[in-house]
């Protein structure tokens, strides 16, 4: 009886104590405590091609680095306040909810269960990936449907290795996987050719092909086998930040769509004749205000790298050792999916 | 008469003459080791051929047909290595993110290391008393230069990293985590029962989980029980939890040593009227560790290697850095080269460890052998 009495008083304290601790979380202002702390907090890959590396200097960069100062930019009118805080595959969520971080911009798929479930809030998406598989030329396939009998490497434990089997299956095609831990060793032991084919995400295939020095022996498959649709995130229930973070891509995704450049911005933010772009860069309305922020922090976004096709380019595009096409990431009225809701 | 011939003498001794060439020095080894046998001379050649064929070709691939200079992986144009990051990127394999123009104070508080240790190192160090009380003072000292203050530029442990940052958590858990161990050794053995049942507690359960679930529960769920303005460093939350894991261990391996002494020494000592801290500094602890000798650098050299775990919470050592290289589009696919020179670098460190230890051995051996 002591020692049950014991046992339910210490799990009443912690429990009391996760739910004061979950509870400060939540209920603050996200941007009253960035505004104090001086700097966005900002969860980034740990290193993925294309999407958030270090340069030589030592400073992180990247696809998605890139909406990290924007979103900096937006509150402080300084893209380089931002705290990196480098997370793995395992620590993203618990980090985000925690608040270690205030938003999440890590190649992360935008699943229902992790939208309406883990309590954490979408607010678009920055990127359309999906898998693909990348095999030999030799093989003689076309197709990823002429794969029958292949052995696959894949990455154990992520989505790409249920959407293999899904697809795999649905199409009534045999293959053999051959399981690995990692990406690059995943690479590694497709180049040892230890498997026929390699599948992850499209982006993951094009930064692999280009290690390879005899990528014209390499083809990527043209079917994609699942939607990865990827984007930043923020936790639930602080709609004011969850918007400006919003607002920051749609921003980045307007700004190509109404031509405004990192290099025009300065020139396009007195007003002039187009009231959309008036309204965007604050020298009509309040755009600014009714967010929290400045008149001026659209301005202060693009400049910081650009706007997303400048973005794109910059690290994922054709004069990158990526090569990445626009694809699906094109804006809508070039072929793509890309669409921003209107500035107003 | 005939027994003359038989008794033919001598004069003088002959010369001694060399032991036959097949017998002494390479050849005589070689004939002995190698080619005793029929059977041992082809294992001899076939073994003979397969480090050629792996040495030959890893020299070819490291130095002959490698590539030394470029600014990204597209100037590596031979089959080779490619080496050329080497000159770009060492500054972050050796400091991080460490600002360039304050690293002389990681080197400054790197060579003051060898001052700190060597009293404790090694006999006949001139100066050694003095030396002693500058290792006492070194912590402090080593945490000033790297994190900044007393007029340096502060600089956040978060640009802390690469092998700068191996060498601190390593270093600073060897430190701390052999004195913690010997008091939870003696703890275990404590016949206080408080003492016991705490010191038991403490081993069993971080010795029961993997450090790195330690290392999530100190990023993760420490900051759910945390008021969110108190935020822990994060490399002191590292240093706690390696020290904390290497602690328990250590206790373990000095518990085994501790076990190995004659109830005869404890009688003994008591005997001659030593109390408890006396007996255990005076005649049992040298003697235990010295029988853990192996034990203990073992420990030391499996929390060293630990340090590479700390990438689970978002810092940057050497393998973390090399990761974050190869994904850099530039130098995408040299996880090999990146892989050979991280290990090299801990080769080094535990090699030495390992030579320090059995020189430790010897110097300390004082059986009848």
Not at chain 1, 89 to 118: C, H, M, Q, Y
Request: proline content about 4%; glycine content about 10%.
């Amino acid at each position: 009886m002591k020692f049950t009495a014991i046992t339910g008083a210490v799990a009443a304290v912690a429990a009391m104590w996760i739910a004061g601790g979950a509870a400060g979380g939540a209920h603050a202002a996200t941007l009253d405590d960035v505004k104090a702390a001086g700097e966005v907090k900002c969860g980034i890959n740990t290193g993925l091609p294309g999407f958030a590396f270090t340069d030589d200097k030592g400073n992180w960069t990247g696809f998605d680095v890139a909406y990290c100062k924007a979103l900096a930019a937006a509150v402080f009118g300084d893209p380089g306040k931002v705290k990196y805080v480098n997370l793995t595959g395992k620590n993203r969520f618990p980090a985000l909810a925690s608040g270690e971080i205030d938003v999440l911009s890590r190649n992360t798929t935008w699943t229902f269960s992790r939208d309406v479930d883990l309590g954490f809030t979408f607010i678009g998406v920055s990127y359309y990936d999906g898998q693909g598989f990348i095999g030999r030329t030799a093989l003689g396939a076309k197709s990823a449907k002429e794969l029958d009998g292949a052995s696959v490497c894949i990455q154990t434990g992520t989505t790409t290795e249920l959407n293999l089997a899904d697809y795999f299956r649905s199409n009534n095609i045999k293959y053999e996987p051959v399981p690995i831990e990692t990406n690059e060793e995943a690479r590694k032991a497709y180049e040892a050719e230890r498997c026929d084919v390699y599948t992850t995400d499209a982006s993951g295939l094009a930064a692999t092909k280009s290690t390879f020095p005899d990528a014209e022996n390499h083809m990527v498959f043209p079917e994609i086998v699942s939607k990865e649709p990827l984007g930043p995130l923020v936790r639930q229930g602080d709609d004011q930040w969850a918007d400006i973070a919003r607002w920051t891509l749609n921003a980045l995704i307007n700004a190509e769509e109404l031509g405004l450049t990192q290099a025009n911005v300065d020139k396009m933010a007195v007003k002039g004749n187009n009231p959309e772009v008036n309204r965007m860069l604050g020298s009509e309305g309040s755009l600014g205000e009714m967010l929290g922020l400045s008149k001026t922090w659209a301005v202060a976004v693009i400049k910081s790298e650009g706007n997303y096709s400048e973005i794109f380019e910059r690290y994922l595009g054709k004069d990158t050792p990526l090569g990445l096409a626009r694809g699906q990431n094109a804006l809508y009225k070039d072929g793509g999916i890309l669409y921003a809701p209107p500035m107003r | 008469m005939t027994d003359q011939a038989f008794h033919r003498q001598q004069a003088e001794l002959l010369p001694q003459r060399a032991a036959p060439m097949t017998q002494v020095g390479v050849v005589g080894w070689a004939r002995t080791n190698l080619f005793s046998s029929w059977l041992n001379s082809i294992l001899t050649l076939v073994a003979l051929y397969i480090i050629w064929v792996v040495v030959s070709t890893l020299i070819d691939w490291a130095f002959i047909s490698s590539h030394v200079s470029g600014t990204d992986r597209f100037a590596c144009t031979s089959e080779g290595a490619c080496w050329a990051w080497l000159d770009q990127r060492i500054q972050q394999f050796l400091y991080g993110f460490y600002p360039s123009e304050e690293t002389w104070r990681v080197n400054l508080a790197f060579v003051l290391l060898f001052p700190a240790l060597a009293p404790w190192l090694f006999d006949n160090v001139p100066g050694a008393r003095y030396l002693r009380w500058f290792s006492l003072a070194y912590p402090i000292i080593a945490a000033i230069l790297l994190a900044g203050g007393l007029g340096l530029t502060v600089v956040g442990t978060d640009k802390l990293g690469g092998f700068t940052l191996n060498l601190t958590v390593g270093l600073a858990g060897i430190v701390l985590s052999l004195p913690i161990g010997i008091v939870l050794a003696l703890g275990r053995q404590s016949r206080l029962p408080i003492i016991r049942i705490l010191s038991i507690v403490f081993i069993e359960s971080v010795r029961g989980v993997p450090l790195i679930t330690l290392l999530f529960v100190s990023n993760i769920i420490l900051p759910i029980f945390l008021p969110p303005d108190v935020s822990l460093n994060a490399v002191i939350r590292v240093i706690v939890m390696v020290t904390a894991f290497a602690s328990a261990y250590m206790a373990e391996v000095i518990r085994g040593g501790l076990q190995a002494i004659p109830k005869g020494q404890y009688e003994a000592a008591q005997a001659m009227g030593l109390g408890y801290w006396q007996m255990m500094r005076l005649i049992i602890l040298p003697q235990a560790l010295k029988i853990s000798i192996p034990g203990i650098v073992n420990t030391f050299i499996g929390l060293f290697k630990d340090t590479t775990l700390v990438i689970i919470i978002g810092l940057f050592d050497i393998l973390g850095i090399a990761n974050a290289m190869v994904s850099n589009p530039d130098w995408l696919g040299l996880s090999s080269e990146t892989y050979v020179v991280v290990a090299l670098f801990f080769f080094t460190v535990c090699f030495s460890m390992s030579r320090y230890s059995i020189h430790l051995e010897r110097k300390l051996d004082t059986t009848n052998r």
